[in-house]
């Protein structure tokens, strides 16, 4: 085997083997196979795709390309993934609360990837929290408290790694068949026994269409349970910014205020919808058809068993035992818990700048990859970013402010102002509300 061979057979069209796409990650892995030849390998697939078989494979070997955390020693571990979307902090919010639940949460998370930012990156907006955790640390973290993020330790997924960086610089981020892998991969070497994705739909996600949004999830969804895990998918809207606060630092200290009972409604309604899925993975329980009190594209009955768990979750999120539990969190990775005093400490820069309306009317869209694209301009050393005043179906008057940008650097707010106008529609009749799962769970 070379990988000149299976570049040109993913080029045609051709199916791979597993010893071909084991031979291309070993490559990849030990520098065998360089970035050019692997860059042009990305390409290939971006035109051609992987098939099922194809990507499963690839999920599996880059998983064992490197180190498999062992959680035998905590029964009943979750994680969760999210495909990336704009504003979106859930597992700050999510983690603390399930852990508070007493499913204990072992979870490893990435950095920025195109357009939207990582949670390891708002992580990091608060003074002096540690990410890179050692896989006994985690562990140790894990059974003291039943909660712990972390970034991914230089030995897992070292396969991964090497095309997760590629495939931001050569514009092949949004393929299906490369985020099901790269996905999959990072959480099965994670180790977690139960998996709950939160597949973004939407402009501004990665997949824009809910039939692709759909097969992302049914083949993650095989993977993990090829692999003896127990799996949820949702796809959820991405289709305006999630919250108000968009950018590292702003976005932590929109997920402190929520654990504090005052988040956005919309952030509220989808951490409730993440936690009580994966509580059900962590206890048993099974899968919940839809929850209650979220809004949905469907209606099917929820079972007691069901309302009683999001009425516990929501109880939880109310009394401040999420926030107590994110605290220790913070605190065991040695952060500042100075920010849960203050969390608008985390929202300062040096330069403002207020967009304002030309005219009123009814919010009819926010460009959530527009946003997003923007506030990442914005952001240097997890300061900065863009707090939106007005969500999607509210009233304006003429003058009013839809945003604030907010960024350490005068030139890019400047930069900013002229291209964020673009990111509103708004005209005279309310929009109908979006939903916020748009399809049942997938198990």
Do not use: W
């Not at 996600?205 to 039939?211: G, P, R, S, V």
Request: proline share 4%; with cysteine; charged share 20%.
């Amino acid at each position: 085997m070379n990988i000149i061979e299976i570049i040109r057979k993913k080029r045609d069209g051709e199916k791979l083997s597993t010893e071909e796409i084991a031979f291309l990650v070993c490559g990849a892995v030990d520098g065998a196979i360089n970035e050019a030849q692997l860059g042009a390998f990305l390409m290939a697939v971006y035109f051609n795709g992987l098939s099922h078989e194809e990507t499963t494979a690839l999920a599996l070997e880059m998983a064992h390309s490197g180190e498999m955390l062992d959680l035998s020693s905590i029964p009943g571990t979750v994680d969760k993934h999210s495909t990336g979307g704009v504003g979106d902090k859930t597992t700050m919010i999510v983690a603390p609360l399930v852990a508070a639940a007493g499913v204990p949460v072992a979870k490893l998370s990435g950095r920025a990837l195109g357009h939207t930012s990582g949670t390891i990156d708002r992580l990091e907006a608060i003074p002096g929290l540690r990410t890179n955790l050692t896989t006994a640390e985690l562990i140790a973290q894990v059974k003291k408290i039943g909660l712990a993020v972390g970034s991914q330790t230089g030995n897992l997924v070292p396969a991964d790694k090497k095309l997760y960086a590629l495939r931001d610089q050569t514009a092949t981020v949004e393929v299906v068949s490369l985020i099901a892998a790269s996905v999959m991969s990072k959480k099965l070497a994670g180790g977690a026994e139960g998996i709950l994705l939160d597949v973004k739909c939407g402009q501004g996600a990665f997949i824009k269409d809910l039939k692709q949004a759909k097969e992302l999830a049914q083949i993650m969804v095989e993977i993990g349970k090829s692999a003896g895990r127990k799996m949820t998918a949702l796809i959820t809207a991405m289709e305006e910014p999630l919250g108000k606060a968009v950018g590292e630092g702003v976005e932590t200290c929109e997920a402190i205020e929520t654990l504090r009972g005052s988040g956005p409604a919309d952030l509220v309604d989808l951490s409730l919808l993440i936690a009580s899925h994966m509580a059900c993975l962590g206890s048993g329980m099974g899968i919940l058809p839809m929850t209650a009190g979220i809004s949905t594209t469907g209606e099917t009955p929820v079972p007691q068993q069901a309302l009683a768990l999001i009425e516990t979750l929501k109880e939880l999120l109310v009394s401040g035992a999420a926030l107590e539990k994110f605290r220790q969190m913070v605190i065991a990775q040695g952060g500042d818990t100075k920010v849960f005093d203050n969390p608008q400490s985390l929202a300062q820069a040096r330069f403002e700048e207020q967009f304002k309306t030309c005219k009123s009317g009814f919010i009819q869209q926010i460009n959530a990859y527009a946003i997003g694209s923007i506030a990442r301009g914005l952001v240097k050393n997890h300061r900065g970013g863009i707090l939106l005043e007005h969500k999607v179906g509210e009233m304006v008057g003429k003058g009013e402010v839809l945003a604030r940008l907010l960024s350490d650097g005068s030139d890019a707010l400047k930069e900013a102002m002229k291209q964020i106008g673009a990111a509103y529609v708004i005209g005279d009749e309310k929009p109908e509300p979006l939903p916020v799962l748009l399809c049942p769970p997938m198990q």
